[in-house]
T-cell receptor
Framework: DAGVIQSPRHEVTEMGQEVTLRCKPISGHDYLFWYRQTMMRGLELLIYFNNNVPIDDSGMPEDRFSAKMPNASFSTLKIQPSEPRDSAVYFC????????????FGDGTRLSIL | AQTVTQSQPEMSVQEAETVTLSCTYDTSESDYYLFWYKQPPSRQMILVIRQEAYKQQNATENRFSVNFQKAAKSFSLKISDSQLGDAAMYFCAYRSALDKLVFGAGTILRVKS
């Protein structure tokens, strides 16, 4: 059974460029989450979806960040324009419905903005 | 807002011995879930163990067990017979009915051979 799949695994780009991170959740999972991990702030929830609908985007740092989930098997997190302070590891996670179910994480995308 | 505190930035344990990682949380909710995740250098986030707040019995998964003290809002992780592969960053996490996971700052566990 495939886990959560994220791409790319690493991304290095120059500031000002658009960055798109991709996530394929586990099939059948109703919830999808995007997190950012930095040394300074630890793991932060950016946004999450339930049945492809954004439920809470209060963690999205600013308008430069946007996330979409056009269907149950795909989500994107976009940063435009990117800045050096966006450098972090970005995780996608998914879980089935049911309160006791844990989240399953992808391997993360390490993003470096030069 | 819920908060999760891991007061030990770093811990060390000798191989084959037992170590306990501390976690406390603050909430006014009565129904919630608690998790421990492990993040090795490969940076994967791996679920170690979970506990439902309504269950009084402490969760156990092989060498991993928790001491859940609901009144004290404490959720410590005990690793028995520590192995070199247990070396990682360990995160305690709280999930409320609103589905958000709140993570602690993490504890780095080093295992000495």
């Amino acid at each position: 059974d495939a886990g959560v799949i994220q791409s790319p695994r690493h991304e290095v780009t120059e500031m000002g460029q658009e960055v798109t991170l991709r996530c394929k959740p586990i099939s059948g999972h109703d919830y999808l989450f995007w997190y950012r991990q930095t040394m300074m702030r630890g793991l932060e929830l950016l946004i999450y979806f339930n049945n492809n609908v954004p439920i809470d985007d209060s963690g999205m740092p600013e308008d430069r960040f946007s996330a979409k989930m056009p269907n149950a098997s795909f989500s994107t997190l976009k940063i435009q324009p990117s800045e050096p302070r966006d450098s972090a590891v970005y995780f996608c996670a998914s879980r089935p419905g049911g309160g006791h179910q844990p989240q399953h994480f992808g391997d993360g995308t390490r993003l470096s903005i030069l | 807002a819920q908060t999760v505190t891991q007061s030990q930035p770093e811990m060390s344990v000798q191989e084959a011995e037992t170590v306990t990682l501390s976690c406390t949380y603050d909430t006014s909710e009565s129904d919630y879930y608690l998790f421990w995740y492990k993040q090795p250098p490969s940076r994967q986030m791996i679920l170690v163990i979970r506990q439902e707040a309504y269950k009084q019995q402490n969760a156990t998964e092989n060498r991993f067990s928790v001491n859940f003290q609901k009144a004290a809002k404490s959720f410590s992780l005990k690793i028995s017979d520590s192995q070199l592969g247990d070396a990682a960053m360990y995160f305690c996490a709280y999930r409320s009915a609103l589905d958000k996971l709140v993570f602690g700052a993490g504890t780095i566990l080093r295992v000495k051979s």
